[in-house]
C-alpha cells in the first residue's frame, strides 16, 4: 500500500513538471499546470462514479478494471465482500442450526426484544403458551401471558430463579418458565412443562398427610396403655419401670413427628394462602419466647437475652410466627450447652424490613452442613439429633412460614463457635407501632 501512495504522488509530481514544462512555452505558465492537474482530477471522479455505479449495482460480482491507487481500492473492497459474503453465508446457517435445534426443543423457547417484544418463538411456544403465526410477532409478552404470577416476575426482572404458574392454553398443566438476558436488551424466554412433577408432588403431600393422620390414633391408644401400665405396673415392678418409660420417650417423639409432619404438609397445601395477616408484637412474642425457653433450659441455666425494638411490628399470621421463631430459640436451647448464652433479638433492615434472630454459642454446624439445613430429615449429627428428640423437620417447617411471609432464612454458624438464625422480612411486612397500628 506505501508504494502505491508513492507511485500516486509520483504520478502527480510528474504531471506537475510536465505542466511547469509545458508553460515555458505559452506566455501563461501556470494553465498547462491547471489543465494537467484537472484533467487528473476527472480521472479520480471518473473512478469515484464507477464504484458507485458497482456498490450499487444489483447482481455485478467482479469489481471495475483501473490502474494505479483505484486498483488497489477495487480490488480490496472486492476481496472484502467476499469476506462478508462468507460470513453471511456461516452466520446465516449458524442461525438455521440453532432455529431447527430450538423448533426440535420440547420446552418452548421464545427470544423477546426490548420490552418484552415477541421477536420469535419455537412450536413448543406455541403449544404451551399459545402463540399464533403471524398475528403474535411483534407482540409484547405480558400482553399474551397475563397470569399475576409470570407479570410480577417480568416486573421484578429478577431472573435469578424460574417462576411457576398453569398454561393459559390448558389449566390442566402446570408450566416453569425461566428467562435469561444475553445481548443488548435481548432476553431468552424457557418454558417446560412441570405438570408431572406437580402430580407427583401432590401424591408426595397426599400420602404423608394421610399416612401421618392414620398414625395418629394408634399412637394414642399406644400412649393410653403404656401411661396405664406405668400406673399400675411401673410403681410396683422397677424391672418394668424403665421399658415403659422407654417406650413412653419414643411414642411421645413418634406423635411429635407426626404432628409436625401434618402441620408441614398443611403449610405446604395451602401455599400462600391462609389467614389474613395482623400485626403481630415480635417484642412481646420474644420475651414470652425467651421465658419458655428458660423453662425448657431448667438445671442448665443457660443466659437467656431478649433484645426487640418495641416500636416495630411485623403482618402475618400470629401462631405460624410463633411456630417458627419457637423452632429457632428451642433449638438453640437444645443445642447449646450448660450456662452457654442465646440471644433473641428483633431489629429493623436498613432498607426497612425487619429481622427476627436467635444467636447462642452451641456446638455450631460445619459450613458443609449450611446449604442443606432446610431439608425435610436432614441432620448434622444423626445420634445426637436424636438423643435431643428431634425431628428433623424443624427448620422446613420454618422455611415454608417465612416463604408464606414473603421471608428468608439466613444462617450464619461455625463448629464450636455457635450459631445465629435470622427470620428476615421485607418492609411491605413491617410496621411501627406510632402508626398506630392495633397489636394482638
Given amino acids: 500500500m506505501t508504494n502505491r501512495w508513492s507511485t500516486e504522488l509520483g504520478r502527480v509530481g510528474l504531471l506537475a513538471l510536465l505542466g511547469l514544462g509545458l508553460g515555458l512555452f505559452t506566455p501563461w505558465p501556470l494553465v498547462p499546470v491547471i489543465l ?3 484533467g487528473y482530477l476527472t480521472w479520480h471522479l471518473y473512478n469515484l462514479a464507477r464504484l458507485q455505479r458497482w456498490l450499487y449495482a444489483s447482481g455485478q460480482t467482479e469489481p471495475p478494471q ?9 480490488n480490496g473492497l472486492y476481496r472484502r465482500q467476499i469476506r462478508q459474503r462468507k460470513r453471511r453465508k456461516r452466520l446465516s446457517r449458524l442461525i438455521h442450526r440453532f432455529e431447527e435445534s430450538a423448533a426440535a426443543m420440547p420446552d418452548a423457547t421464545i427470544i423477546l426484544g426490548e420490552r418484552g417484544v415477541i421477536e420469535w418463538w419455537n412450536d413448543a411456544a406455541g403449544r404451551l403458551l399459545g402463540l399464533r403465526t403471524p398475528g403474535d410477532h411483534g407482540q409484547r409478552i405480558h400482553n399474551l401471558v397475563r397470569h399475576p404470577a409470570f407479570t410480577d416476575y417480568l416486573a421484578a426482572e429478577d431472573f435469578s430463579d424460574s417462576v411457576e404458574f398453569p398454561s393459559p392454553v390448558d389449566p390442566n398443566l402446570m408450566l416453569s418458565v425461566r428467562v435469561v438476558r444475553y445481548g443488548r436488551d435481548q432476553r431468552l424466554l424457557l418454558a417446560r412443562d412441570v405438570t408431572r412433577l406437580h402430580q407427583l408432588e401432590q401424591m408426595r403431600r397426599d400420602f404423608v398427610a394421610n399416612v401421618s393422620h392414620e398414625l395418629r390414633t394408634p399412637l394414642t391408644v399406644l400412649a393410653g396403655y403404656i401411661e396405664t401400665l406405668q400406673d399400675d405396673v411401673g410403681k410396683d415392678d422397677p424391672a418394668q419401670a424403665r421399658p415403659l418409660a422407654l417406650m413412653e420417650q419414643q411414642t411421645t417423639r413418634m406423635r411429635a413427628l407426626v404432628d409436625d409432619l401434618l402441620y408441614l404438609s398443611r403449610l405446604e397445601m395451602d401455599g400462600d394462602r391462609g389467614p389474613a395477616p395482623e400485626a403481630v408484637d415480635v417484642p412481646e412474642l420474644a420475651e414470652t419466647l425467651a421465658e419458655e425457653a428458660r423453662q425448657l433450659s431448667g438445671d442448665r441455666a443457660h443466659v437467656i437475652t431478649v433484645d426487640a425494638d418495641p416500636d416495630l411490628l411485623l403482618h402475618g399470621v400470629p401462631n405460624e410466627l410463633r411456630s417458627a421463631f419457637a423452632n429457632l430459640a428451642f433449638n438453640a436451647v437444645q443445642y447449646t450447652p450448660a450456662e452457654g448464652t442465646i440471644r433473641l433479638s428483633w431489629t429493623r433492615r436498613p432498607e426497612g424490613g425487619g429481622c427476627f434472630a436467635v444467636s447462642d454459642t452451641g456446638i455450631g454446624i460445619p459450613a458443609r452442613h449450611l446449604s442443606r439445613l432446610t431439608e425435610r430429615f436432614y441432620r448434622v449429627d444423626v445420634g445426637r439429633s436424636r438423643d435431643k428428640g428431634g425431628t428433623g423437620l424443624g427448620l422446613a417447617i420454618v422455611k415454608h412460614i417465612l416463604q408464606r411471609h414473603e421471608g428468608w432464612l ?16 421485607p418492609a411491605t411486612r413491617v410496621s411501627s407501632r406510632s402508626d398506630g397500628v392495633t397489636k394482638t
Avoid at 483501473?66 to 477495487?74: R, T
Avoid at 439466613?410 to 422480612?425: I, L, W
Fill in 36 to 38: 494537467v492537474l484537472l
Fill in 410 to 425: 439466613e444462617v450464619e454458624s461455625e463448629a464450636e463457635q455457635g450459631s445465629t438464625f435470622r427470620c428476615c422480612f
Fill in 66 to 74: 483501473s490502474q494505479g491507487i483505484w486498483e488497489d481500492i477495487f
